[in-house]
């Protein structure tokens, strides 16, 4: 049964209830005279998102935007589900991602290579959207809603077409995983992922989310940031020392083991989240992004 509360004035939250179970990522609804759900998650949300959506209200045909900040089986894989039921609906994705979704064959190949032949048993099915249905962007564009307006921002870093999401009548910005994890116990993580990250490019992008001065970072792993130029501040400074940490221990040859112990203060540990499906793949989740880009860059 989905949680649902109001997080800015008609900025609902709709939080999993089994999210310590699986992989997951909060969802929200921006309401104006029109109405936008940012971010899916997987195919295997899409009943709890319906279930959230009519707690508030709002019947699933009258939604009329669906904006995920990135393709990733977390956050945007559970988009063909939800056009599936809502023929009408717009999907907002970025210019350099937005094909894996309308033939995923490719994309479904590499979540098995991370996830397992038997990947869909878990996440539901990566289902084609229309493209029709697709509304493509580059950044810059602006959503308008009745009352109030979304700005698309082109974020990459963690993904080369991931976008946050600014809205302008409460100054809040759907950060995806530009900024991090983020978890109601003021804890803050890295979120890189393979197999495109690029380190530079995410700093970048952090200095350019921080220009808008956003009041509130609406994360999607897993809370409500109210301070954020410090956690902006922190991501910064846990990025480039887990960069600087992961490249000299691998320049002295160290294990992986110690590496993970090096980096442990600021990756996504099994301390606050319990995914039974990742708990091989988390470390290698923090290392392995920072590994492809060195040696992108000819670092290592």
Not at 153 to 166: L, W
Request: proline share 6%; aromatic share 8%.
């Amino acid at each position: 049964m989905a949680i649902v509360s109001e997080v800015e004035d008609r900025i609902y939250l709709i939080e999993p209830e089994h999210q310590e179970n699986s992989i997951q990522c909060f969802s929200y609804i921006v309401s104006g005279e029109q109405t936008a759900l940012i971010e899916t998650g997987a195919a295997s949300q899409g009943e709890e998102l319906f279930e959230g959506m009519a707690k508030l209200g709002i019947d699933k045909s009258s939604l009329d935007y669906i904006i995920p900040t990135h393709i990733h089986m977390d956050h945007g894989a559970g988009s063909g589900y939800m056009t599936q039921q809502i023929p009408r609906v717009k999907v907002v994705l970025h210019e350099s991602g937005f094909k894996h979704l309308l033939d995923p064959s490719r994309f479904k190949k590499i979540a098995q290579q991370v996830f397992g032949a038997n990947m869909e048993d878990h996440f539901g099915p990566l289902i084609p959207i229309p493209e029709s249905n697709v509304m493509v962007v580059k950044g810059g564009e602006t959503i308008p809603l009745g009352g109030r307006e979304l700005k698309i921002i082109h974020s990459p870093g963690h993904a080369p077409h991931h976008i946050c999401i600014f809205d302008t009548k409460c100054g809040g910005l759907f950060c995806g995983e530009a900024l991090g994890c983020y978890f109601s116990d003021d804890t803050l993580t890295i979120a890189s992922a393979p197999p495109v990250f690029e380190l530079e490019q995410a700093l970048a992008t952090k200095n350019r989310l921080e220009e808008l001065s956003p009041a509130v970072l609406f994360f999607s792993q897993w809370a409500v940031g109210r301070k954020p130029r410090e956690l902006m501040m922190r991501w910064e400074e846990y990025t480039r020392s887990c960069a600087e940490l992961i490249l000299n221990s691998l320049k002295a040859g160290e294990s992986e083991d110690m590496i993970i112990k090096k980096i442990a203060p600021y990756t996504l540990g099994l301390d606050h989240v319990k995914w039974p499906l990742l708990e091989k793949l988390l470390d290698s989740f923090a290392i392995s992004p920072f590994v492809a880009y060195f040696k992108r860059e000819g670092m290592l």
